[in-house]
């Protein structure tokens, strides 16, 4: 009877150690080669919050880690660059390790759909996607294009040279429809939100976006020479210019200097 009893209370109590063991969270869900890795920046603890990054970081995390290390790129220490050239509708991820020397392009994703023409917006409504030096302001996990993320649209330039209206909330984002903003499809917006939210957890606080119509030289100047966007254009020459050549960013005075 005694050896029932004991059998009994070995039996609960190796149910309730499984129990709490179900119970308790593990200390990291994610594989070793995720983008997260085994202790998740707040950054990513704030933003694994919304089921969407949830399920893109399931889905695709791994396999963008992979490709961050097949470009010699660590996950957790990543510094990224986007740029758009509005006459080759695509929107491209430069990036590097911080310190290490200049950007190399990651990935060129195509527009899903463009809207406007080329030249700055300077009204709310005019469905013009902006041209200039721009940074990512907003994290949007529950946009209306399944992820997305905000310009600082308009800045300083936009406000002095624009309408007393220039309009707001310009985003790159998913779907394949625009009135202004930058889609890439749902495919491609998992990528670059991914992307932004590992650079924003490695320490990367400003995401500089730069927005091109076309390659700003002076042969193509030279064919829009009666444009009367053509001092607007010249102004965005230095920043084009030094990237061009160096894979690096002028500091950000200079680039204000040179609107």
């Not at 998740?40 to 893109?56: C, S, T």
């Not at 010249?234 to 960013?249: A, C, K, N, Q, V």
Request: charged content about 20%; some cysteine.
């Amino acid at each position: 009877m005694l050896r029932r009893l004991s059998c009994c209370g070995l039996f609960v109590l190796s149910f309730f150690q499984l129990f709490a063991q179900g119970c308790a969270a593990p200390a990291s869900t994610a594989p070793a080669d995720s983008l997260i890795g085994k202790s998740p920046a707040p950054f990513w603890k704030e933003q694994l919050r919304f089921p969407r990054v949830r399920m893109a970081q399931a889905a695709i995390g791994p396999e963008l880690a992979t490709k961050l290390r097949a470009h010699s790129l660590d996950p957790k220490k990543l510094e990224i660059f986007i740029r758009l050239l509005k006459s080759r509708a695509e929107l491209e991820v430069w990036a590097r390790t911080p310190g290490s020397g200049p950007f190399q392009l990651f990935e060129a994703y195509p527009l899903a759909a463009t809207s406007g023409t080329l030249g700055p917006k300077r009204r709310a409504g005019d469905l013009q996607v902006p041209e200039g030096f721009y940074e990512i302001d907003r994290f949007n996990p529950k946009s209306n294009y399944y992820l997305s993320l905000g310009l600082n649209y308009p800045n300083a330039a936009d406000r002095a040279l624009g309408e007393p209206n220039p309009g707001g909330d310009i985003f790159i984002h998913g779907g394949e429809v625009t009135i202004g903003c930058m889609p890439i499809t749902d495919a491609g917006i998992e990528e670059v939100y991914l992307l932004a939210v590992a650079a924003r957890a490695g320490g990367q606080a400003v995401i500089p976006v730069h927005i091109f119509p076309f390659p700003i030289t002076e042969t193509e100047l030279a064919k829009r020479r009666n444009s009367p966007n053509l001092a607007f254009w010249r102004s965005l020459m230095p920043g084009f210019s030094y990237f061009e050549h160096h894979h690096d960013l002028l500091r950000t005075e200079a680039l204000t200097a040179a609107r």
